[in-house]
């Protein structure tokens, strides 16, 4: 080897006395490496070789150019630059469009003695002019402790509208509701929800031209939108309380078991809780949560559901008698224990899963509102704000992670299973050969800095960009 790089400076600098004119300074490509062309500190004209083998840094060979030129190829870096839309999936770049009262499905009642159908409905909101192959949908479920409570709630709207600004696909959904004041008739209020929620989804799935990516489904709601969007996410038909498993189906499109052939990727849950723990341990995701925890409505540990009196369709008598029983029968509450955000926290953390918990000291339940019932826009902006960069960091299922190649000090390789666009870049040094997710480079022993970078456009349109500093 060294006989050969002997033989070819030689060969060089017979060229290069050979040649009439200067040479311009710069990097020049050669066969066996590259030639870089400068001046010394008397202000001559020198010239340093690397060659393209080596183990991290290049052997180098310092030749004075005297004043002559030489034909050589100048190198070119490959094309390389940040990606502009690094704000997607987090500040709002899009005009909304809207579809309202969309039919996503039709149930039957039992308790209408002509059986008469009834329609599921929904509404989309979508980012105009978006360029995107692939949308995330988010799945928006109102509040209203499964008794009231609409999809057009102007919280509801707002949350919506906002979200499809920043990319996504939203669904606000409206689920049935109404219940009796017994366990069994509030466990059906929850299946009816989270079997609405599900069908919502798989309609969703089916319209291509929303533009749904199948594997970036969100969930998020407000009170029992909320606990609707944990379950849709987290429950499972053998968790299902076994009345309910029994218990014949009384819808007509909305008639599907609870595997449905897609995930949720995070959950948003505004004062929210779940009614079995278990549950937790069926998957992985991850959950940010607000609630106060002095939450007068939902508990923030553990505990029943509602402080105060409930609101009921039943007659005086028997609503007296049903509260005296539950002082002293736990199993006559008419709600399941629920646990709240700060016990799914802890769970979710306990299990390395991704949890981030906002804990309010206040006395409000709905901590969108102010004392004075207006709505807390400088709150609901932050609520807004930090769920949008949540579910940011959730959107890919590989990110990107550039890494050195230990047994090959020259490669550099990042993966790639989620990456649409990916171009590379060397400080102090130049690129040997690239792929898709690798790159060989040759790094110059006497530059100042060395770093390698990569920069790129997921799948989903979200960007990266990855620098290792050696």
């Known amino acids: 080897m060294r006989n050969r790089l002997s033989l070819f400076i030689l060969s060089l600098a017979g060229l290069l006395v050979s040649c009439s004119r200067s040479v311009e300074p710069g990097l020049y490509q050669m066969q066996d490496g590259f030639l870089r062309v400068g001046l010394d500190s008397?202000?001559?004209?020198?010239?340093?070789?690397?060659?393209?083998?080596?183990?991290?840094?290049?052997?180098?060979?310092?030749?004075?150019?005297?004043?002559?030129?030489?034909?050589?190829?100048?190198?070119?870096?490959p094309e390389f630059r940040e990606f502009s839309d690094r704000d997607l999936y987090l500040n709002p770049l899009f005009a909304v469009g809207e579809t309202k009262d969309v039919v996503y499905g039709r149930v039957v009642r039992n308790a209408s003695s002509e059986r008469e159908t009834e329609d599921l409905t929904l509404d989309i909101y979508y980012p105009r002019n978006d360029r995107a192959d692939l949308r995330p949908l988010l799945v928006m479920l109102h509040g209203g402790?499964?008794?009231?409570?609409d999809k057009r709630d102007t919280t509801v709207v707002e949350w919506c509208r906002h979200f499809a600004s920043l990319g996504y696909v939203v669904s606000s959904v409206n689920y049935r509701q109404g219940y009796r004041r017994t366990v069994e008739s509030t466990d059906d209020a929850l299946y009816r929800a989270l079997k609405d929620a599900n069908a919502s989804v798989r309609f969703l799935l089916k319209r291509d031209s929303l533009l749904i990516d199948r594997d970036r489904i969100f969930a998020s709601g407000m009170d029992a939108g909320a606990i609707t969007a944990l379950?849709?996410?987290y429950m499972r038909e053998e968790n299902l309380p076994e009345v309910i498993q029994e218990k014949e189906d009384t819808t007509v499109v909305v008639h599907q078991p609870l595997m449905r052939g897609f995930d949720v990727r995070a959950v948003a849950n505004l004062w929210g809780a779940i009614t079995d723990t278990s549950i937790l341990h069926n998957a992985v995701i991850p959950v940010i949560s607000f609630q106060s925890q002095n939450d007068p409505v939902v508990p923030f540990g553990e505990g029943y559901p509602y402080d105060g009196p409930v609101e009921e369709e039943t007659n005086f008598f028997k609503a007296a008698l049903e509260a005296i029983l539950s002082l002293f029968l736990p199993d006559a509450h008419p709600f399941r224990k629920m646990f709240g955000a700060g016990m799914i926290d802890r769970i979710l953390k306990s299990r390395q899963v991704g949890s981030e918990l906002h804990a309010y000291d206040t006395e409000r339940h709905d901590l969108l509102y102010a004392e004075d019932g207006t709505i807390d826009y400088p709150f609901f902006d932050a609520v807004k704000e930090m769920t949008a960069r949540f579910f940011s960091t959730r959107m890919e299922t590989n990110p990107v992670s550039l890494r050195q190649d230990p047994e090959d000090l020259?490669?550099?390789?990042?993966?790639?299973?989620?990456?649409q666009t990916c171009l590379w870049k060397v400080e102090g040094g130049v690129i040997l050969g690239k792929s898709s997710d690798t790159i060989r480079v040759l790094l110059f022993p006497d530059a100042s800095e060395h770093s390698v970078s990569v920069s790129g456009v997921y799948s989903s349109g979200l960007t990266f960009f990855e620098t290792v500093e050696l």
Not at 145 to 149: C, I, P
Not at 410 to 419: A, K, S
Request: net charge negative.
């Open 410 to 419: 020259q490669v550099f390789v990042i993966n790639d299973l989620e990456v």
């Open 42 to 77: 008397l202000g001559r004209e020198e010239a340093v070789f690397y060659r393209n083998t080596g183990n991290l840094w290049a052997d180098t060979t310092h030749l004075v150019l005297d004043g002559k030129k030489l034909s050589l190829k100048p190198y070119v870096a």
């Open 231 to 233: 379950s849709l996410a």
């Open 145 to 149: 402790g499964f008794k009231d409570g």
